[in-house]
T-cell receptor, first 114, second 115 residues
């Protein structure tokens, strides 16, 4: 069966510091991968998605970037965090070539920027 | 462009009563519709989806949803609410017009089941 991992679970960082959040998927190959941010426990904002290694689509221009160095690894980064980057970050995966497929979510990372 | 609307920020229902969480959508092609649930500080859990066929879809934990094409709605329902159903519920849509890699989520509805 497939499993999605995110780490760390919680992170407290000062403004201006760098960020690296990691997401990995087990038990599948060539998944579509997604990064979402959830602010104030409500709506999901799609940040990035990837349909393959090195292929990243950005939905919202901002202080963050994403990379996909391996098939089942998706990394969210920032060079300098802002207060507004605080939130709950969710990674998700979906089977890439099947349009009816379901998106499955990881446990999330709670980021607090002080 | 595709979009989803969840018109209610919060729904309160007494335990044992039926519940409905509303969702309407807009897509250019045929819709693929999903419901997810989120418990505090957790990721989203998949409940059910509509792809094609029977308009009434049954999912996890006794939930079901009814697809209504003329009203472009996909409301989530349960005949008898439990206190443990209290959580945040998200409706999502994807269409088959070529942009199927993207899923659009609603803003979420908080369900509060009162004992």
């Amino acid at each position: 069966s497939q499993t999605i991992h995110q780490w760390p679970a919680t992170l407290v960082q000062p403004v201006g510091s760098p960020l690296s959040l990691e997401c990995t998927v087990e038990g599948t190959s060539n998944p579509n991968l997604y990064w979402y941010r959830q602010a104030a426990g409500r709506g999901l904002q799609l940040l990035f998605y990837s349909v393959g290694i090195g292929q990243i689509s950005s939905e919202v221009p901002q202080n963050l970037s994403a990379s996909r160095p391996q098939d089942r690894q998706f990394i969210l980064s920032s060079k300098k965090l802002l207060l507004s980057d605080s939130g709950f970050y969710l990674c998700a995966w979906m089977r890439g070539q099947i349009v009816q497929e379901t998106q499955y979510f990881g446990p999330g990372t709670r980021l607090l920027v002080l | 462009a595709q979009s989803v609307a969840q018109p209610e920020d919060q729904v309160n229902v007494a335990e044992g009563n039926p519940l409905t969480v509303k969702c309407t959508y807009s897509v250019s092609g045929n819709p693929y519709l999903f419901w997810y649930v989120q418990y505090p500080n957790r990721g989203l859990q998949f409940l059910l989806k509509y792809i094609t066929g029977d308009n009434l879809v049954k999912g996890s934990y006794g939930f079901e949803a009814e697809f209504n094409k003329s009203q472009t709605s996909f409301h989530l329902k349960k005949p008898s609410a439990l206190v443990s159903d209290s959580a945040l519920y998200f409706c999502a849509v994807r269409d088959n017009s070529g942009g199927y890699q993207k899923v659009t989520f609603g803003t979420g509805t908080k369900l509060q089941v009162i004992p």
